[in-house]
């Protein structure tokens, strides 16, 4: 076996004992066992001295270790949170486990603060063996707890670890030499035995595994049935997606108690949005109880379906939804199938597989199958849920109006012939839904009565309170927009993207300093946001903090060495300082990386023009302007080469357009078309556009002048 072990932080180089050592095992807990059994060990103690901090990350700390609610509380609950699974319509995206990284690796480095002066010791071994919540989770606790408190140590016996993991240890960590395993004391075969079922099956002795396999079938099935046993005694919710399963799954009656314990976890995860541990438990259902138990395989498959769907694996997820959709005639599965594979057409497949006509022919027979239900209120609720789902692919058709009408009628039934307390939340998926579709009718108004009653009744989902923005923003409501922005950003675990909106509204809002502090929060979280590493750099340049800009240029660059936009802020960066031949090689890289790159063009045209070379600077002038036709500063400095050249009439011709165009400089352009209409005989047009010029300068003002 090939033990490797790594360690980083401020230890790394003699780490000493860790103060938390857990195994990140899937098989004991399944997704963020690692994390979940931190959690656990550190929560209470901290939920002692500072429980705003826990308070804080509750979300996080309860999606990973939900066994703590009975020590911290529920923690911030929404219309998601509370649905019972036959209302649950509402499923998270794959970035989800990212955010709750984030939030308990922010948890762990408060936590170091609040801890004795040395360093937070934390050593995860079997990460080869994690789930990859887990090693999504170690790869970000590697990357942000640089420069803090926090020692890491890694192991893994020497599988595959994901790309993002081995990338961060190679980073961020130092391999280091693999203690001699102890012995310990002879034991016999039995002995063996029991220490292998015990381990939940995660043991890599080689003793105890021969025990293992040499053993009666029968004798292996009992021990895993009583261990079983044991375990759910225990209680933990957490187990019950890890060891319950397995030794139900290696039990006397795989089948039945195996693949109910499995399809218990399945529909945890896909709750969770955990849909990596879905890839793991889905199959093993199918095998367990095979298509004779034919709900629970439709079932599964269609969870499974998801998950590859949402990981991007949609050629796969069709297959099997159309296996299980070509192997029942059960009504629920044709609805549901019938429905995720519009979705796939409309929504999930790449761009070149869409097909929004394929998706309205799907979604249409879920419709018609919804309305044949005999129980009213499933049928109802099914029918309503198939036609908000006809409701999206007919606004990717451009059908608006229609989808409008869909998402209004549907929500107006469901008041009308639903229980008022029944399905809550599908009722606010739907006012969301004709919030949005509002929105993108141009009624903005109306759109922000819907976001509004959505937020009364499902106040704490962040989601909501970043549409509302976009809407008060429209409604130009700056102040209520960032408001929405701050709201959302405490509701729950970190989200860039809020973040990068609200910057954006700073920078609008000349709120310079903290557009720039969002940005940074964004490159944190999340490096590879290359737009928001662009415009933060821009934001440092034009507040002359060059010094500042540089490391995150160069981090850029170490992500994509290819991208356009950097290598032009980094020949930019070389110009200001005096280095031409450098900017130089700089734009022209960016422009071999993007030919229509139109910062790098203009640059280049300028140090064309300054190094005498008036018609390269003009071609490159004239590229740009055709990939920004409507920039009134690119028709100016085109102007200005004409006008250099001799070129009178191409000058004010570019001029006369830039006039045309917001945010020009209408004084500057006026006075130079004068020239130009001065040059080529014209006084009377050169007089009229200096008498303009004055009069859009505003009134002067005498030298002296109090």
């Given at each position: 076996m090939n033990t490797r072990l790594?360690?980083?932080?401020?230890?790394?180089?003699?780490?000493?004992p860790a103060d938390v050592s857990v195994s990140c095992h899937r098989r004991l807990r399944g997704p963020y066992t690692g994390a979940g059994t931190l959690m656990r060990a550190l929560v209470p103690s901290v939920y002692d001295r500072r429980p705003d901090l826990v308070d804080r990350h509750a979300i996080e700390i309860l999606s990973v270790a939900p066994e703590l609610q009975d020590r911290i509380g529920a923690g911030p609950q929404t219309l998601?949170?509370?649905?019972?699974?036959e209302e649950q319509t509402r499923v998270y995206a794959a970035v989800r486990t990212r955010r709750l990284a984030h939030g308990l690796v922010e948890l762990l480095v408060a936590y170091a603060q609040l801890s004795?002066?040395?360093?937070?010791?934390?050593?995860f071994a079997d990460a080869d063996e994690a789930d990859h919540t887990d090693q999504e989770f170690l790869a970000i606790l590697l990357r942000r707890t640089q420069g803090t408190r926090v020692a890491v140590s890694v192991s893994s016996r020497g599988g595959n670890l994901t790309d993002e993991l081995a990338a961060a240890l190679d980073r961020y960590a130092r391999p280091a030499d693999v203690p001699a395993p102890d012995p310990g004391p002879a034991r016999d075969q039995d002995r063996l035995l029991h220490a292998y079922v015990d381990s939940d099956g995660t043991s890599d002795d080689p003793d105890e595994l021969a025990a293992y396999r040499a053993a009666d079938p029968d004798t292996r099935a009992r021990l895993h049935d009583e261990r079983a046993e044991r375990l759910r005694r225990d209680g933990d919710l957490s187990l019950r997606l890890g060891a319950i399963p397995y030794h139900l799954e290696h039990g006397g009656d795989p089948a039945a108690a195996g693949g109910d314990a499995l399809y218990e976890a399945v529909y945890h995860c896909a709750g969770m949005g955990f849909w990596h541990a879905i890839l793991d438990y889905a199959p093993r259902v199918r095998a367990l109880v095979g298509p004779g138990r034919a709900e629970v395989y439709a079932q599964v498959t269609g969870k499974m379906s998801s998950a590859l769907a949402f990981l991007g694996r949609t050629a796969e997820a069709e297959r099997f939804y159309l296996e299980v959709r070509g192997r029942y005639a059960l009504p629920l599965t044709q609805i549901f199938t019938g429905y995720a594979l519009s979705m796939l057409y409309t929504r999930l497949h790449p761009p070149e597989r869409r097909d929004h006509v394929v998706a309205k022919a799907y979604v249409n027979s879920s419709v018609t199958v919804a309305t044949l239900l005999p129980d009213p209120e499933l049928r109802t609720f099914h029918t309503v849920f198939q036609l908000n789902g006809l409701a999206l692919v007919e606004m990717h058709l451009g059908n608006l109006a229609e989808s409008f009408r869909l998402v209004d009628e549907g929500l107006d039934r469901m008041e009308r012939e639903l229980p008022v307390d029944r399905h809550r939340l599908h009722r606010s998926a739907l006012l969301?839904?004709?919030a949005r579709v509002h929105a993108a009718l141009g009624r903005p108004a109306e759109a922000l009565a819907d976001f509004t009653a959505v937020i009364a009744l499902d106040p704490n989902y962040p989601d909501y309170y970043f549409d509302r923005a976009d809407v008060l923003q429209k409604l130009g409501d700056d102040a209520a927009a960032l408001a929405d922005y701050d709201t959302a950003i405490t509701l729950g675990p970190p989200f860039w993207e809020l973040h990068y909106n609200r910057a954006d509204l700073r920078a609008r809002s000349d709120d310079t300093e903290g557009a720039i502090a969002d940005l940074e929060r964004v490159v944190e979280l999340e490096p590879d946001q290359l737009d928001a590493r662009v415009n933060l750099i821009g934001l440092l340049l034009e507040?002359?903090?060059?010094?500042?800009?540089l490391p995150v240029l160069e981090e850029g660059l170490r992500l994509d060495p290819d991208d356009a936009r950097l290598l032009q802020l980094r020949g930019q960066l070389a110009w200001e300082s005096g280095q031409r031949a450098a900017a130089r090689r700089d734009f022209d890289l960016a422009l071999d990386a993007d030919p229509g790159c139109v910062p790098a063009l203009a640059s280049r045209a300028t140090l064309l023009f300054e190094d005498g070379e008036p018609a390269a600077a003009l071609r490159d002038l004239s590229r740009a302007i055709e990939s920004r036709p409507d920039d009134p500063d690119l028709r100016h400095n085109r102007g200005h080469v004409h006008q250099q050249t001799g070129d009178w009439r191409s000058a004010a011709e570019d001029y006369t357009h830039a006039l045309t165009l917001p945010d020009a400089d209408v004084p500057e352009l006026l006075r130079q078309r004068a020239r130009c209409h001065e040059h080529l005989g014209d006084t009377t047009a050169a007089e009229s556009d200096l008498e303009r010029a004055r009069a859009a300068s505003g009134p002067a003002v005498a030298v002296g002048a109090a």
């Open positions: 790594w360690h980083s932080g401020p230890e790394a180089s003699a780490p000493e998601t949170s509370v649905a019972t699974p004795t002066p040395g360093a937070l010791r934390l050593a969301h839904n004709r507040t002359d903090a060059a010094k500042a800009a």
